[in-house]
């Protein structure tokens, strides 16, 4: 098994189950849905991605699970948002990117019926829909005439790490199809970048909401 494979399965697995041990244990009854379903979400990527590294080792196919998985994280996303926003024209866009999301996945799935392998025009899909719902909701945070800071905004730490995983994630599938035979060390240099960006803003959207909390009780 290749070094760089075995490194990065390490630390992506640090990385993700640091976002999850943060949640789960600075997670209280008080906070607002949308932040408990972000804890639910870390849970379950945190499954499907140990156990898509499972089928990996026994070399055994392992993008079907993906292909499943990619719309259900899609869609917690773009609800969160919706829940999380004040904004009532980034709710009704997020709204309207949820509603979208099956009739897109029908047809990405249906111009490119690849199931056991990476669909790459639905990973597309995804990717584009939650830059959409990340760009919106910080625009929408920005232009906010409240008083409260930016780093007391958890949606703010979330959307911001998804939007660069989005761009990251964007970049990568261009310069794949460009350069099809790209290696994948540099793949994989890219994905650490991205993900951390994602499970960073994760993290600091729980520590904000654990300090906005303490603020509020003191």
Same mark, same amino acid.
């Given at each position: 098994m290749p070094l760089y494979f075995i490194l990065s399965l390490v630390y992506f697995t640090v990385l993700l189950l640091s976002c999850l041990l943060t949640g789960w244990l600075l997670v209280r009854k008080?906070?607002?849905?949308?932040?408990? =379903?972000?804890?639910?979400?870390?849970? %379950?990527?945190?499954?499907? *991605?140990?156990?898509?590294?499972?089928? !990996?080792?026994?070399? #055994?196919?392992?993008?079907?699970?993906?292909?499943?998985?990619?719309p259900v994280e899609c869609g917690f996303i773009l609800y969160i948002f919706y829940r999380g926003s004040t904004d009532p024209a980034v709710k009704r866009l997020n709204v309207l990117l949820l509603a979208c999301l099956p009739p897109g996945i029908a047809v990405t799935y249906f111009l490119h019926p690849v199931?056991?392998? =990476?669909?790459?025009?639905?990973?597309? %899909?995804?990717?584009?829909? *939650?830059?959409?719902?990340?760009?919106? !909701?910080?625009?929408? #945070?920005?232009?906010?005439k409240s008083d409260s800071p930016l780093g007391h905004q958890p949606l703010f730490w979330m959307a911001c790490g998804i939007l660069f995983y989005c761009c990251?994630?964007?970049?990568i599938h261009a310069v794949m199809n460009v350069m099809p035979k790209i290696q994948n060390q540099y793949f994989t240099l890219y994905s650490f970048f991205a993900n951390t960006f994602m499970y960073s803003g994760f993290i600091a959207s729980f520590c904000s909401l654990r300090r906005v909390n303490r603020a509020i009780l003191v």
């Open positions: 008080s906070w607002p849905l949308e932040y408990k =379903l972000l804890v639910v979400l870390c849970s %379950l990527t945190f499954l499907v *991605e140990m156990s898509a590294d499972l089928l !990996v080792i026994h070399r #055994i196919y392992h993008f079907w699970l993906y292909n499943l998985f990619a199931f056991f392998r =990476l669909n790459e025009p639905a990973a597309l %899909l995804y990717l584009f829909w *939650e830059l959409i719902g990340a760009c919106a !909701v910080v625009i929408g #945070i920005l232009l906010n990251i994630f964007t970049l």
